[in-house]
């Protein structure tokens, strides 16, 4: 089937989808999941088990058919990877798999704590300066630590999950040219990171640092024809995974 029947085949499927029909649902999981196998690419060096993270990343990809946005005019494809990804980070980081220094925990620890007592004492949420004072931190040490110890955010994280409203998720709050930016380059990364690391390199100094094939060979201890050669697979590649 190629590219475009196949582009065709999801929307039909998706359309059918977002007016209740199951069976259409559980074809564009099928037509998909080699998304699936892509993504734990990315995951198999982790200390968990394959069929585990396959089975969290279906949750993604459920979550990107029941999601999906005609609006964004962008593949299906590229719609549902970041959202695979960030189901499988989500999952590491909230089983512990994402570490923070325990000085820094403990450090947040009394952070937060300074912050409510002052908060009872006050009536109101106290400032930085203030915070610092009481707690005797410098305000910069005080705002570094606060962040490293924030969860990441997720452009389909949840912000208001009202039992009576669609769930709002962070990507709804970007305007369609914002999201289709992100997407994207989220889906530009994910192809990007499937080449060689000696590809990756050409590619990058060529067209993100904007370096001539001369100075690129140079850099690399080539010849400008084998840059040459290198740039024209890789982007050939890099067409095929977009």
């Not at 004492?121 to 931190?137: D, F, K, V």
């Not at 590619?203 to 100075?215: N, W």
């Amino acid at each position: 089937m190629s590219a475009a029947s196949d582009f065709q085949s999801n929307e039909a499927l998706l359309l059918r989808v977002q007016q209740g029909d199951e069976m259409a649902r559980e074809q564009v999981y099928e037509n998909n999941v080699g998304l699936l196998y892509m993504v734990m690419e990315r995951f198999k060096n982790t200390l968990y088990d394959y069929e585990d993270l396959f089975q969290v990343g279906s949750i993604g990809l459920l979550k990107a058919i029941d999601k999906f946005d005609f609006s964004f005019e962008v593949r299906f494809s590229t719609y549902a990877v970041p959202l695979i990804v960030g189901e499988i980070k989500k999952f590491l980081r909230d089983d512990g798999a994402i570490k923070i220094q325990r000085g820094l925990k403990e450090k947040y620890g009394k952070i937060r704590w300074g912050k409510e007592k002052l908060s009872a004492e006050l009536q109101r949420e106290p400032n930085i300066n203030e915070l610092a004072a009481a707690l005797n931190m410098a305000k910069e040490e005080i705002v570094t630590v606060m962040e490293a110890c924030q969860p990441p955010a997720y452009i389909y994280d949840v912000l208001s999950p009202s039992a009576d409203k669609k769930p709002l998720v962070l990507l709804d709050t970007l305007s369609h040219d914002k999201q289709n930016d992100i997407l994207e380059k989220l889906a530009l990364k994910e192809a990007l990171e499937r080449l060689s690391p000696r590809e990756q390199q050409v590619l990058i100094r060529r067209f993100f640092q904007d370096e001539s094939q001369t100075v690129v060979a140079q850099a690399l201890g080539i010849s400008q024809v084998q840059i040459s050669r290198i740039e024209k697979a890789a982007l050939l590649k890099l067409k095929n995974y977009l």
